[in-house]
T-cell receptor, first 111, second 117 residues
Framework: GENVEQHPSTLSVQEGDSAVIKCTYSDSASNYFPWYKQELGKGPQLIID?????GEKKDQRIAVTLNKTAKHFSLHITETQPEDSAVYFCAAKYSGNQFYFGTGTSLTVIP | GAVVSQHPSWVICKSGTSVKIECRSL??????MFWYRQFPKQSLMLMAT?????????EQGVEKDKFLINHASLTLSTLTVTSAHPEDSSFYIC?????????????FGPGTRLLVL
């Protein structure tokens, strides 16, 4: 079955710096990779996604890159702000509409 | 668009009672709904997948008789935790996917925190 690994598990950055979170997946048939942000006590919120026919996607301060050959994808947050502090989950879509989720990265942006 | 709500947001119940959690897609038709359980500082654990009008498909290790899932309409799915025990205390989150442009991803509800005393 699919396996999604996510690193690092915790990440602290100074406000204004960039943050990078990396995920690897095992099923080469996976073709859709969303990223979710989860604030404490809330449900995950979709922040960006990428399909397997695209190498990079950007939305303001957030970008995602995908390397299909290496089976890894990354989330990049630039000019981080304290409100970016949250847990971030990557996911890979496999059979049907089910997702495999990474283990999460707790991001802390230090003012 | 693609808003999912859950009710209640939190619930406290006594051991042995049953609790029902509702998941609604507010502005789209959810052909598939998912129920997850999340323990503190852990990832999302898929419990079951349900398609409107069909029986839910449960993940291995999830007791279907304990966690009853009903997806009776394209906007509503319910999870009933029967004969709840303290070990069932957790954060339960639903998600939904729709049709067309909403088919590819899952949109999550805000979650329901269950505490069984």
């Amino acid at each position: 079955g699919e396996n999604v690994e996510q690193h690092p598990s915790t990440l602290s950055v100074q406000e204004g710096d960039s943050a990078v979170i990396k995920c690897t997946y095992s099923d080469s048939a996976s073709n859709y990779f969303p990223w979710y942000k989860q604030e404490l006590g809330k449900g995950p919120q979709l922040i960006i996604d990428i399909r397997s026919n695209v190498g990079e996607k950007k939305d303001q301060r957030i970008a995602v890159t995908l390397n299909k050959t290496a089976k890894h994808f990354s989330l990049h947050i630039t000019e981080t702000q304290p409100e970016d502090s949250a847990v971030y989950f990557c996911a890979a879509k496999y059979s049907g509409n089910q997702f495999y989720f990474g283990t999460g990265t707790s991001l802390t942006v230090i003012p | 668009g693609a808003v999912v709500s859950q009710h209640p947001s939190w619930v406290i119940c006594k051991s042995g009672t049953s609790v029902k959690i509702e998941c609604r897609s507010l502005d789209f038709q959810a052909t598939t709904m998912f129920w997850y359980r999340q323990f503190p500082k852990q990832s999302l654990m898929l419990m079951a997948t349900s398609n409107e009008g069909s029986k839910a498909t449960y993940e291995q290790g999830v007791e279907k008789d304990k966690f009853l899932i009903n997806h009776a309409s394209l906007t509503l799915s319910t999870l009933t935790v029967t004969s709840a025990h303290p070990e069932d205390s957790s954060f339960y989150i639903c998600s939904a996917s729709g049709t067309g442009g909403l088919q590819e991803t899952q949109y999550f509800g805000p979650g329901t925190r269950l505490l069984v005393l």
